[in-house]
């Protein structure tokens, strides 16, 4: 029971529950707000690592909670950028279609082959900071309009279209040489 109420995973789960106030913010409009909280949901992920390492508070249940926390964040941050009509719904559905990508390549791995840990590769990493700072991009834009804000947006919109593109379809690659394993 210490484990879970350990100061990490405590983090972690603030993480959690500032999400459904940053989309309330997102959805009445209110962009500076909703930055400022992700600001706050980024160091709670910063600190909740450096914690888990530097004191040995590493636990099961962080190394689980800590990457659905994230993606809770992150797909509720893309869904809203979608209704607040911030980026199209078509980089949504490629950020959410790659992470729903992943949960089924992960799911077959456990049904067809006796592997039970899918490490996350390098593509996958740079996809996720490709879209953690797309993100940061979209809410800043949107916070405080200014005049190269339309160009920072579709650049940072091409970086996280071709780097989430890419890690999907390097997932399904390591997935198939794993089934033929």
């Known amino acids: 029971m210490r484990i879970l109420f350990s100061p990490p995973n405590l983090l972690t789960c603030a993480r959690i529950l500032l999400t459904p106030w940053i989309v309330l913010a ?4 209110d962009c500076r707000k909703a930055l400022w909280l992700s600001c706050v949901a980024g160091v ?10 530097r004191f040995g508070w590493a636990s099961r249940i962080g190394a689980y909670l800590d990457p659905i926390a994230d993606k ?17 719904w078509w980089l949504v559905w490629l950020v959410v279609g790659r992470d729903v990508l992943i949960l089924v390549l992960a799911g077959l791995g456990l049904l067809l082959t006796s592997r039970r840990e899918f490490p996350p590769t390098l593509w996958g990493k740079v ?10 991009i979209f809410l800043c834009v949107c916070a405080f309009p200014f005049s190269l804000a339309e160009d920072l947006r579709s650049a940072a919109q091409v970086a996280v279209t071709a780097a989430t593109a890419w890690s999907g379809v390097h997932y399904t690659w390591r997935a198939l040489i794993w089934m033929r394993e």
């Open 72 to 88: 809770f964040l992150l797909t509720s941050l893309y869904v809203c950028f979608g209704i607040s009509h911030l980026i199209p």
């Open 44 to 53: 709670t992920d910063g600190a909740d690592g450096f914690l888990a390492r």
């Open 127 to 136: 996809s996720t900071v490709a879209q953690i700072a797309a993100a940061v």
């Open 26 to 29: 997102l959805i009445h409009g």
